[in-house]
């Protein structure tokens, strides 16, 4: 890799960056820094942020992420809720696992999003680069929606958009939020991590629980 080429872009991005951008950003880093601490912050912060980016991504022409992020600040509200009216006898909503219908729902989506968006990009849009952005738009699509749920593999789908919206948002010429991409990729991996171990200890837990509960009802 040619790092005086990515330190040029870098410094590029610094130069043009926006005030709108970089506030963007600032708000976007802290939403994906709340989430991996399972902090209700990440649903304002966010908000706050993909409203922002609405806006950036008409004038790129990324028109997909465009609506991804519309489609982020609907599921920030529904995630919100969610979070914050557990099942009874919850107090909170806990991190867990997809399991196999959730696989299958969440594949599907993914299909049908890609599919979807592809073919709206390509046929009625400007955008010459309908591929990748209907990818990291679809994938994206599948995190927030099992973020909103807790779902541990929410991060897997983050890690993939990330990383693909890396080279995607520094050939748009958004240095500074392709940077940001990632960041956001390495504390996708943390926030990975620390939602295997909230699950785990979830489930012990709840195991705990069951034994218990069995010892005194059985």
């Given at each position: 890799?040619?790092?005086?080429?990515?330190?040029?872009?870098?410094?590029?991005?610094?130069?043009?960056?926006?005030?709108?951008?970089?506030?963007?950003?600032?708000?976007?880093?802290?939403?994906?820094?709340?989430?991996?601490?399972?902090?209700?912050?990440?649903?304002?912060?966010?908000?706050?942020?993909?409203?922002i980016?609405?806006?950036?991504?008409?004038?790129?022409?990324?028109?997909?992420?465009?609506?991804?992020?519309?489609?982020?600040?609907?599921?920030?509200?529904?995630?919100?809720?969610?979070?914050?009216?557990p099942?009874?006898?919850?107090?909170?909503?806990?991190?867990?696992?997809?399991?196999?219908p959730?696989?299958?729902?969440?594949?599907?989506?993914?299909?049908?999003?890609?599919?979807?968006?592809?073919?709206?990009?390509?046929?009625?849009?400007?955008?010459?680069?309908?591929?990748?952005?209907?990818?990291?738009?679809?994938?994206?699509?599948?995190?927030?929606?099992?973020?909103?749920?807790?779902?541990?593999?929410?991060?897997?789908?983050?890690?993939?958009?990330?990383?693909?919206?890396?080279?995607?948002?520094?050939?748009?010429?958004?240095?500074?939020?392709?940077?940001?991409?990632?960041?956001?990729?390495?504390?996708?991996?943390?926030?990975?991590?620390?939602?295997?171990?909230?699950?785990?200890?979830?489930?012990?837990?709840?195991?705990?629980?069951?034994?218990?509960?069995?010892?005194?009802?059985?």
């Open positions: 890799m040619d790092w005086q080429w990515v330190m040029d872009g870098l410094i590029r991005g610094l130069q043009n960056m926006t005030m709108l951008e970089a506030t963007a950003v600032f708000f976007g880093v802290a939403s994906v820094y709340f989430s991996m601490k399972e902090n209700i912050l990440v649903y304002p912060t966010g908000i706050i942020s993909t409203l980016y609405v806006w950036i991504c008409l004038e790129v022409k990324l028109y997909a992420d465009m609506g991804i992020n519309a489609y982020y600040f609907s599921m920030s509200i529904y995630g919100w809720y969610v979070w914050t009216h099942k009874a006898g919850k107090d909170v909503l806990p991190v867990t696992w997809l399991k196999w959730g696989w299958l729902s969440s594949i599907a989506l993914w299909m049908v999003s890609y599919a979807v968006l592809y073919f709206v990009l390509s046929r009625f849009t400007d955008s010459d680069v309908p591929y990748w952005d209907s990818f990291t738009t679809s994938v994206a699509f599948v995190g927030m929606f099992m973020m909103a749920k807790k779902k541990v593999e929410n991060w897997i789908a983050w890690i993939i958009t990330d990383l693909v919206s890396v080279p995607l948002y520094f050939y748009k010429g958004l240095i500074l939020t392709s940077f940001q991409f990632l960041f956001f990729t390495i504390l996708a991996v943390l926030g990975l991590i620390a939602w295997i171990k909230s699950a785990k200890k979830y489930a012990r837990e709840s195991e705990k629980n069951s034994h218990h509960w069995t010892r005194v009802n059985g």
